[in-house]
């Protein structure tokens, strides 16, 4: 997965978790109406047509049903407050979504294989296919699609990975439609290896993809640390905190799309231990306002003024403190 696919130029709000988990329901209902209504118009007509091929893409079609309630389980957990045995919250619901989507696309992608070999075995038992069959899987390929642009928008919005994920595995429906239409058109043309092989592409970048985001979501189960773009903006944000005069140590890790940080903000050693703790509250409340971080926990560390005078620090009431 493209880091990109989770940062939208039009947005740099930080979503809560009700509006995450909202849009999450959301896009996702949606993807489950089209599933259901392709698929089953898949395997009616595909039974009619005498296509072996759109009968499969309708049954690969149910398999994003399976992924989408999936989503909607893990949204809903992970939207429910810390408590003793979770003080952190539950935002890694949504991280072991994303693998389960991975394993998902990968048991698809084998499925793909196997079937495609299956065909090339045996070429002689490719029925000739009605024509209706490639108007049908015409529709999916554009209904896909245009699913996919939808789902992928909204998760960039909120920046939720499982969400990508999701968005990913209708594109993946959307190029075994692609597979079928080929293979269809070869059938038709009197060239019925065509869709096998086809498939065995297809079923390769599937494959490809649910590795991709099953490690990605692997790696952040294992305290994956934020990209360094967003480490520098957490950075830069520290710094700009009133009476912050240096930043180290900045470290993070992921908690589903959330992130936790720990860091060392610099402060004049001339003033008092409440002053210095205000402006570690300042730091703290202006990185969670601006970033999608979860918690902030600062370490105090004092160092000689910069000036010749104490640095006056503000306090997040507003209150000045010498």
């Known amino acids: 997965m493209n880091p990109s696919d989770l940062h939208d130029d039009s947005e740099d709000t930080a979503f809560t978790v009700e509006e995450r988990a909202a849009a999450a329901k959301r896009s996702t209902w949606v993807s489950v109406f089209v599933n259901i209504a392709l698929s089953s118009a898949?395997?009616?007509v595909g039974i009619f047509a005498k296509s072996q091929a759109l009968i499969a893409d309708g049954i690969h079609s149910l398999s994003?049903?399976?992924s989408d309630f999936v989503v909607l389980f893990a949204s809903h957990h992970s939207k429910k407050d810390a408590d003793q045995d979770h003080p952190y919250g539950h935002q890694r619901f949504e991280t072991a979504a994303s693998m389960v989507i991975g394993v998902l696309l990968i048991m698809v992608?084998?499925?793909?294989l196997w079937a495609a070999f299956e065909k090339l075995n045996h070429p002689e038992d490719i029925p000739t296919v009605h024509g209706a069959a490639l108007w049908l899987v015409g529709l999916a390929l554009i209904s896909k699609e245009l699913l996919f642009r939808y789902m992928l928008k909204i998760a960039k919005q909120v920046k939720s990975s499982m969400l990508v994920a999701n968005?990913?595995?209708?594109?993946?429906?959307?190029?075994?439609?692609?597979?079928?239409?080929?293979?269809?058109i070869g059938n038709l043309a009197g060239y019925p290896l065509l869709d096998p092989i086809a498939a065995l592409i297809v079923a390769l970048m599937v494959g490809k993809m649910g590795w991709s985001f099953g490690s990605t979501?692997?790696?952040?189960?294992?305290?994956?640390?934020?990209?360094?773009?967003?480490?520098?903006?957490i950075s830069a944000t520290l710094l700009q905190t009133p009476g912050v005069l240096g930043v180290h140590d900045v470290r993070t890790r992921k908690m589903g799309d959330m992130i936790l940080v720990d860091?060392?903000?610099e402060v004049d050693a001339y003033i008092s231990v409440e002053a210095g703790h205000d402006i570690g509250l300042a730091a703290r409340q202006a990185v969670m306002q601006r970033h999608r971080v979860l918690n902030l926990l600062t370490h105090i560390d004092p160092v000689p003024s910069r000036t010749d005078k104490n640095i006056t620090a503000v306090s997040p009431t507003g209150h000045e403190k010498a």
């Open 42 to 44: 898949q395997i009616v």
């Open 64 to 66: 994003d049903l399976v």
């Open 109 to 112: 992608a084998v499925g793909m």
């Open 167 to 184: 968005a990913w595995h209708a594109r993946s429906d959307a190029a075994s439609s692609l597979v079928v239409a080929v293979g269809i």
């Open 217 to 233: 979501a692997f790696h952040d189960l294992m305290d994956r640390s934020a990209d360094e773009q967003e480490v520098s903006a």
């Open 263 to 265: 860091a060392h903000i």
